[in-house]
């Protein structure tokens, strides 16, 4: 039997290790996997490239991992974000790596590595900086830079529904990176505010086919991070 | 500005509206048309600012800011949605800046500054795919400055992209052949514009005439 419900948050992340990949889903705190995150700090895995669109607000969920001093590299495409300051002073202190990736170019990057695309040209970044040493290739007359799939070890994601086979349905726009992420790694933990009993989810609204998902956990109520930040408060409590 | 661009919004069509003022444009949909917002975040079907009460943390923005969503919305993820706008699926869309060239250059994501946190999110992709590129800006940043000139000296989000700029003082097209003032804001004059601007305005009855 297939069942990839799990009960205990130190057992979703129990198998992150030092110095893995992970992908983080979220476009700031909508889809954002806060209790997986604050698991990850609690579990203690250091030297992680992180890839996620933002860079968290305060000092909770992702801003709490970066500063804890998890994080050694951010792979995102804005790491400015209202009430994100942890980041910032790392970065000016020489403490944490960036890889700064256009939003859309990420997303690409993310669904290629999942696909089994290794590589693939884009118009994004012409002309600019940020395609300054990548190669290039005209195609119909036009400019397009060469990009690279990514893929993680492991992608931490939140989602609305879930059942035991890991089919995942989200809420409005916190569905983002999401999908693209859970394909992307080798191992996919899920936070969902529900499990579902299989067969409840109708195939045709099913967003992230179970394949993509390697453990489910249930967090009924998550945390509301715009309300954390906004009373100061630190992870860990 | 948000208002005077949204009159400038053909009906049907799909629109991208980037961070910042440009957020405010879905706030003024003209009577008798109907336009389809797309946020980049994976939602087409943007509708107005909620009220406090109805607020839904996980429909946000590009901003970040809760919004709403229109009948006959749809939500989908951040592969699809740059595959729309990479794809040349928009027809407008409307972003920031921090500087635009009289060639339509823009530069609206880094300072280039040594100290500076770049920060991309999806402009490079809108600029490399959306048909037409309007700005809404400052005419001049906080100290003064013209941040329309003859050349960028931020880093470059795109290169001849830019179509359209609405300021507080002006609405300004970018043609092949320069700058031309398609609109002058209330009060203001020709030269008061020229001289806070950092590259030759032309007005389009001169050249017409």
Redesign the interface.
């Known amino acids: 039997m297939i069942n990839k419900q799990i009960n205990s948050l130190s057992e979703a992340v129990a198998d992150i290790f030092d110095g893995a990949t992970i992908m983080i889903g979220g476009?700031?705190?909508?889809?954002s996997p806060v209790e997986l995150i604050h698991a990850l700090i609690d579990h203690g895995a250091k030297n992680l490239t992180v890839v996620s669109?933002n860079t968290g607000s305060g000092y909770v969920g992702l801003a709490a991992l970066i500063a804890n001093k998890q994080v050694k590299k951010m792979i995102c495409?804005?790491?400015?974000?209202?009430n994100s300051t942890v980041?910032?002073e790392l970065?000016?202190a020489g403490e944490i790596e960036?890889e700064?990736?256009?939003?859309?170019?990420?997303?690409?990057r993310?669904?290629s590595g999942g696909a089994g695309i290794p590589a693939f040209y884009?118009?994004?970044?012409?002309?600019?900086?940020?395609a300054e040493g990548k190669e290039s290739r005209i195609f119909d007359g036009k400019e397009f830079v060469l990009e690279y799939g990514i893929k993680a070890d492991f992608s931490l994601v939140k989602c609305e529904n879930a059942d035991r086979y890991g089919n995942l349905v989200?809420?409005?726009?916190?569905?983002?990176?999401?999908?693209?992420m859970c394909a992307a790694a080798r191992e996919t933990i899920v936070q969902a505010k529900s499990i579902v009993n299989a067969g409840e989810i109708d195939p045709e609204t099913v967003?992230t086919p179970g394949i993509y998902v390697k453990k489910v956990i249930e967090i009924n109520h998550p945390v509301?991070?715009?309300e954390l930040v906004a009373d100061k408060k630190r992870y860990p409590w | 500005m948000a208002k005077k661009t949204a009159l400038d919004i053909p009906d049907g069509s799909y629109v991208n509206l980037g961070i910042g003022i440009p957020e405010m444009v879905a706030d003024f949909v003209p009577e008798g048309r109907e336009l389809i917002y797309q946020?980049?975040?994976?939602?087409l079907g943007m509708g107005k600012v909620p009220e406090k009460e109805n607020e839904?943390?996980?429909?946000?923005n590009a901003g970040?800011k809760c919004v709403t969503?229109i009948p006959g919305a749809s939500?989908?993820?951040?592969?699809d949605?740059?595959a729309m706008?990479?794809g040349g699926h928009i027809d407008i869309c409307v972003l920031g800046a921090m500087q635009v060239s009289k060639d339509g250059d823009l530069a609206n994501w880094s300072t280039?500054a040594k100290?500076a946190?770049?920060?991309?999110?999806?402009?490079?992709?809108?600029v490399?795919?959306v048909k037409r590129i309007f700005v809404i800006t400052q005419h001049v940043t906080k100290h003064g400055d013209p941040k329309i000139m003859e050349k960028c000296t931020f880093?470059?989000?795109?290169?001849k992209v830019v179509e359209r700029i609405y300021t507080n003082l002006a609405i300004i097209d970018i043609k092949e052949n320069g700058l031309f003032v398609r609109e002058l804001g209330p009060g203001v004059d020709f030269n008061y514009l020229q001289k806070r601007t950092g590259t030759k305005l032309n007005l389009y009855s001169e050249t017409m005439a």
Do not use: C, W
Request: no cysteine.
């Open positions: 476009f700031g705190e909508a889809g669109n495409s804005f790491p400015r974000t209202a980041f910032a970065y000016s960036l700064l990736v256009p939003q859309g170019t990420l997303a690409e993310i669904r884009t118009p994004a970044s012409v002309n600019t900086p940020l989200y809420h409005a726009t916190a569905r983002n990176f999401n999908p693209i967003i509301n991070e715009s | 946020t980049e975040n994976g939602l839904d943390r996980e429909l946000v970040k969503t939500y989908f993820h951040h592969a949605s740059f706008i990479r280039g100290n946190i770049p920060a991309v999110g999806g402009a490079m992709d809108l490399a795919g880093p470059l989000t795109g290169k």
